[in-house]
């Protein structure tokens, strides 16, 4: 049964420098341990326990986690189902889309945001029809909505075809993910779908490129949360869809700032 968020915990134990850093769904960020520093539109943004980070998809960020007490941790859920229409027009009479897309990313937490939350991280864990969570989702959106942080997640609320390649591509990333066999996917000619990717100023060689240095980070981080141990790099470029260990490596670095040697550095002692 499909989840409707995908539920993903970030830990280190050094400082972490991350830049162009892609979401692929709509997501929030809290900081449970340490400090998140976020560069956005000129300024410096910091987070902690009691804010959240909000962002809409197709954003890149650059970030540094810092440790407090020898950890940094975060939990990052992404909503994979769009608020439903109540809900969004509730908020675009309310005025709260007004300049959405020039808003802080940041929403301080309440104690009503931090028990919707919780229920949600709760739901995931779950097998759970799609109907009840979809009751679930939207009784936290309508909080969120409340809080004034909708727009910032749901800016724009219909998925772009990046949107769409994205989170297929992500359903699997280690496999062969043709051009030939996305576009038969999405019943487009390949004219036409690079057309489109183009128009959103994007192709298809990058999105596979970010979806699969993304999951390179979620296994480092699930293996190492698991039993400590580290794949080596050729495992790692595997599991990322990868056959050259030189061509991962020197795309997780050209990504993310950060060298693949660096990135496990900030993982274990």
Not at 224 to 249: D, M
Request: aromatic share 10%; hydrophobic share 40%.
């Amino acid at each position: 049964m499909r989840g409707l968020v995908k539920v993903d915990r970030f830990f280190g134990i050094k400082s972490q420098p991350l830049r162009n850093v892609p979401v692929v769904a709509p997501s929030i960020i809290a900081v449970t341990s340490g400090i998140k520093t976020l560069l956005w539109q000129g300024d410096t943004l910091t987070f902690n326990r009691s804010n959240w980070l909000l962002a809409s998809s197709n954003e890149k960020l650059t970030f540094v986690n810092e440790p407090f007490q020898k950890q940094f941790n975060s939990v990052q859920i992404s909503f994979l189902s769009s608020p439903s229409e109540h809900i969004l027009q509730q908020s675009i009479t309310a005025g709260k889309e007004k300049d959405s897309m020039l808003a802080s990313p940041c929403i301080e937490v309440t104690d009503g945001l931090n028990f919707a939350f919780s229920q949600l991280l709760s739901m995931s864990e779950h097998h759970l029809s799609q109907s009840v969570q979809q009751l679930y989702l939207d009784a936290f959106y309508q909080q969120l909505s409340e809080a004034g942080g909708l727009p910032s997640l749901f800016g724009h609320h219909q998925l772009t075809l990046r949107d769409k390649v994205s989170r297929y591509v992500a359903a699997d990333p280690a496999r062969n993910h043709s051009i030939d066999n996305v576009c038969g996917h999405f019943a487009m000619s390949q004219a036409t779908f690079m057309r489109h990717l183009s128009k959103e100023h994007t192709s298809f060689r990058v999105i596979l490129a970010e979806v699969r240095m993304l999951h390179a980070i979620g296994v480092m981080q699930s293996s190492y949360s698991r039993n400590g141990a580290q794949l080596s790099q050729l495992e790692l470029a595997i599991c990322c869809g990868y056959q050259s260990e030189t061509r991962f490596s020197q795309r997780f670095k050209h990504q993310f700032g950060i060298s693949l040697k660096e990135y496990k550095q900030t993982l274990n002692e």
